[in-house]
């Protein structure tokens, strides 16, 4: 890891993101006087599930894995964060204890900002403290996404659902490059990479063909059909 100061176009990234666009400027500079940014390379450990954190976390570039470990030791990841996605804020209400651990999954620049400032801060403006609840909620949705597909979606249908995701409307055939390697794909969607294989090889015959990154789909309606009977 190594630390780093905020440039100009750090903070324009930054206070672009889903939390900080609906905030003033002054409340933005506020937050991040004093925050640190750090760079992390693939496979780094920012936190571990568990451990005690003071900060909450800002993606500035890359990818930041949340997983969580099982008493067996199987972890299951439960977000994939890219830029201006914020986490670790649900520590700063659960006593500082670290809810998942945080692995950067590629090459990746965060910013930390100390958490007890942040809710000082957001308990003295109301705008900040609606940012916060807005982003709780939005958090809290991504669960119900991810727990809804895991209940009613064959890992199959759940890659066509992710795959249809990066479909232009009314478009018959398209293709698309993924932003992450296939493994990450596979923690995205709950699967094993071997899950993702073999998930992948059922959506041929729905006109889904793949090589290496890249993704093509040759007839949309036969997915969507896949997508919903399976």
Do not use: W
């Amino acid at each position: 890891m190594k630390t780093l100061q905020l440039t100009s176009r750090d903070r324009a990234i930054f206070s672009a993101s889903r939390f900080f666009a609906r905030l003033p400027g002054s409340s933005v500079e506020a937050i991040v006087e004093g925050a640190t940014l750090s760079t992390f390379e693939k496979q780094d450990v920012l936190f571990h599930q568990g451990d005690d954190i003071a900060d909450v976390f800002f993606v500035l570039s890359g990818l930041v894995r949340l997983c969580r470990l099982g008493k067996d030791g199987r972890q299951a990841d439960v977000a994939v964060l890219a830029r201006g996605e914020m986490f670790g804020e649900n520590a700063m209400f659960l006593g500082q204890r670290a809810t998942t651990s945080a692995v950067a999954a590629e090459a990746s620049i965060v910013v930390q900002v100390d958490s007890g400032k942040l809710r000082q801060l957001a308990a003295a403006d109301p705008d900040m403290a609606q940012a916060m609840i807005e982003h709780l909620c939005h958090r809290g949705k991504m669960t119900e996404d991810l727990l809804a597909e895991d209940r009613l979606l064959t890992a199959p249908q759940r890659v066509a659902n992710y795959v249809l995701s990066h479909c232009p409307k009314d478009t018959a055939s398209f293709s698309f490059r993924l932003p992450f390697q296939k493994r990450v794909l596979a923690g995205k969607l709950g699967l094993a990479p071997e899950g993702l294989s073999r998930a992948f090889s059922r959506l041929r015959e729905s006109g889904v063909m793949v090589k290496g990154r890249m993704i093509q789909i040759h007839d949309r309606r036969a997915l969507e059909r896949f997508r919903r009977d399976g």
